[in-house]
């Protein structure tokens, strides 16, 4: 029986409970939730693509997917694209059946799932946008090319949030974007090859 293996790293157990110490119970539910629909949409993808899923790691960039196989290009960018579109796909039932039903709980689950799947959808690596951009730049322009590409879009990508994040620190709005253009920054992924690497977040 083939194992499938989980890895989970001392800093993904510390932002675990840092996250459980800041919030409630309630919100936290309404962010784990829309977490585990995104990664059901990648293995769904990864299934219906004939991919074979060799471990889980949970990690500070996020809980990752690794599997093994090979469906060309805009394959491996179809099993990227799964992800946020089950996030999206959950964002919009949650809201329409918190609206209807008149559950806050509802609401925020919508909200925090479309805010991880916009998230996710930005053309920056590790990121799934990230991927699906680099997968299809091989694609048309070939690996070295395309690498270089998805390089240069992940790193404008991250610069650009975190300008925008610096503004926002300006204005008053918080340090959320600015944080999350950091930890995007510090985790651009280089010289690696995006169908080389059968990793999603």
């Known amino acids: ?5 989980l890895q989970i790293s001392a800093g ?32 769904a993808a ?5 991919l ?9 960039k996020g809980f990752c997917i690794d599997y093994r196989g090979y469906a060309g290009a805009l394959g491996h960018a179809a099993a990227a694209f799964m992800g946020p579109a089950a996030g999206f796909l959950y964002a919009w039932a949650a809201s329409w059946a918190g609206n209807r039903y008149g559950s806050n709980w509802l609401c925020l689950s919508a909200g925090a799932s479309l805010l991880l799947s916009a998230f ?18 091989i694609a048309f322009l070939g690996n070295k090319r395309g690498g270089r590409f998805a390089e240069l879009t992940s790193l404008l990508t991250g610069a650009a949030l975190l300008g925008a994040g ?26 690696q090859g995006i169908v080389k690497s059968r990793e999603l977040l």
């Open 120 to 137: 996710n959808c930005l053309p920056a690596l590790p990121l799934d946008g990230g991927r699906i951009t680099a997968n299809l730049a």
């Open 46 to 50: 990864i299934y219906m693509l004939g």
């Open 52 to 60: 074979r899923i060799s471990g889980f790691r949970a990690e500070l």
């Open 166 to 191: 610096f503004w926002l620190m300006y204005l008053g709005r918080g340090a959320a974007l600015t944080v999350a253009a950091i930890w995007l920054l510090l985790y651009q992924e280089s010289g």
């Open 1 to 5: 029986m083939r194992k499938v293996k």
């Open 12 to 43: 993904a157990v510390l932002l675990a409970a840092l996250i459980y110490y800041i919030g409630d119970a309630e919100s936290l539910a309404a962010l784990l939730i829309p977490a585990a629909v995104h990664e059901l949409g990648h293995i």
